[in-house]
């Protein structure tokens, strides 16, 4: 079975430009969230979505947006890029959210690695 | 907030021996999950093991078992009989039941094997 993927998996990107990273989760999975990871850091969690709806958000500026559609898939888009937003961004699909744990526990692609110059 | 603190930015061992990773981390919930997870140069971050706050039962998958201490707020990981696949960077993190599926992650151990 194919894993949580994501698209692209690097990708070099001029300050001011937009930028759109793509995942797909695992079959089946309704969940995804993303999260940032800058070099030597843990992951900051930025948003998930559920049922195509948005479930959380966190502290993130408004010039990071997502969404997800139908078939599950999700976007991350960062508008305006700036040297700081350069880290590793990861992409985890989970069955459903809340509770019980099972089902609930987050499955992580390889990430998209962002440089911005 | 959450917050999660794991103090031991390296740790070595040798291959067959045993090592913990420390982890702490602050709440006010009373019912939660905590989670350690392991990132290789690979980078995907992959589920070692998963403790639930309300079970006081100590989690344990194979050669990993963690201590939890749940009054103390501690949650360490045990990595018994070392090999050298087990070489990564290695995080801890919480996620409350109610809410955001948000996980809150530490900042991570690096950890060697040595053959």
């Known amino acids: 079975d194919a894993g949580v993927t994501q698209s692209p998996t690097h990708l070099i990107k001029t300050r001011g430009q937009h930028v759109t990273l793509r995942c797909s989760p695992i079959?089946?999975?309704?969940?995804v969230s993303w999260y940032q990871q800058v070099l030597g850091q843990g992951p900051q969690f930025i948003f998930q979505y559920y049922e195509k709806e948005e479930r959380g958000r966190g502290n993130f500026p408004d010039r990071f947006s997502a969404r997800q559609f139908p078939n599950y898939s999700s976007e991350l888009n960062v508008n305006a890029l700036l040297l700081g937003d350069s880290a590793l961004y990861l992409c985890?699909?989970?069955?459903?959210?809340?509770?019980?744990?099972?089902?609930?526990?987050?499955?992580f692609g390889q990430g998209t690695r962002l440089t911005v110059v | 907030a959450q917050t999660v603190t794991q103090s031991q930015p390296e740790m070595s061992v040798q291959e067959a021996e045993t090592v913990t990773l420390s982890c702490t981390y602050d709440?006010?919930?009373?019912?939660?999950?905590l989670f350690w997870y392991k990132q290789p140069p690979s980078r995907q971050m992959i589920l070692v093991i998963r403790?639930?706050?309300?079970?006081?039962q100590n989690a344990t998958e194979n050669r990993f078992s963690v201590n939890f201490q749940k009054a103390a707020k501690s949650f360490s990981l045990k990595i018994s009989d070392s090999q050298l696949g087990d070489a990564a960077m290695y995080f801890c993190a919480y996620r409350a039941i109610q809410g955001a599926q948000k996980l809150v992650f530490g900042q991570g151990t690096r950890l060697t094997i040595n053959p």
């Open positions: 403790q639930e706050a309300y079970k006081q």
């Open positions: 079959s089946g999975h309704k969940s």
């Open positions: 709440t006010s919930e009373s019912d939660y999950y």
């Open positions: 985890a699909s989970s069955f459903t959210t809340g509770t019980p744990i099972s089902g609930t526990e987050a499955f």
